[in-house]
T-cell receptor, first 113, second 114 residues
């Protein structure tokens, strides 16, 4: 158990809808990272927050947004969902930023029908 | 630009064989970190090792060993006397401080047969 929690584990929704994925980092970790893992795209970095501030952006679509709250938990919002958004979404946390090892949550499997 | 290449998509070995997973990276940053993660069939990614760009010492942890060579931009991972429980997808990753973001390779799926 990495200490990172993600909810929900599974999410099934329809195209055009909006969903929110939640992540609680390990106790004491200040950085949260979001990744998307799909069969054809591999593990793609989406965005990183450090102590409430956005630190790095990857291949995150404009329809997606995220934030990190004062208690350090983070939410990833996905809107106007398309079939291609179906994937496993991972959250990871690390003590600081940049070069720290990341501890991954169990992931949220999103299915868009 | 940063890039991580894991040329081996799938590797199949028989238990007790040694196996090496290759990782080649590209970055213009002089300070960077390299990682290996394991993703077993259960799906969760597990951290295995971190190496910074100033430390080229090889590392051994039980049956696992890592060979970091800056001259060839490689960070290879060897499993000695493989076991069925080693069956997983292994990812190599790069994090350069200039860009903050972590780039993962496409992964190598390892099958270890009994």
């Amino acid at each position: 158990d990495s200490g990172v929690t993600q909810t929900p584990k599974h999410l099934i929704t329809a195209t055009g809808q909006r969903v929110t994925l939640r992540c609680s980092p390990r106790s004491g970790d200040l950085s949260v990272y979001w990744y998307q893992q799909s069969l054809d795209q591999g593990l793609q970095f989406l965005i990183q927050y450090y102590n409430g501030e956005e630190r790095a952006k990857g291949n995150i679509l404009e329809r997606f947004s995220a934030q990190q709250f004062p208690d350090l938990h983070s939410e990833l919002n996905l809107s106007s969902l398309e079939l291609g958004d179906s994937a496993l979404y991972f959250c990871a946390s690390s003590p600081r930023w940049g070069g720290d090892e990341q501890f991954f949550g169990p992931g949220t499997r999103l299915t868009v029908l | 630009a940063q890039k991580v290449t894991q040329a081996q998509t799938e590797i199949s070995v028989v238990e007790k064989e040694d196996v090496t997973l290759d990782c080649v990276y590209e970055t213009r940053d002089t300070t960077y970190y390299l990682f290996w993660y394991k993703q077993p069939p259960s799906g969760e990614l597990v951290f295995l090792i971190r190496r910074n760009s100033f430390d080229e010492q090889n590392e051994i942890s039980g049956r696992y060993s890592w060979n970091f060579q800056k001259s060839t931009s490689s960070f290879n991972f060897t499993i000695t006397a493989s076991q069925v429980v080693d069956s997983a997808v292994y990812f190599c990753a790069l994090s350069a401080l200039g860009g903050f973001k972590t780039i993962f390779g496409a992964g190598t799926r390892l099958f270890v047969k009994a």
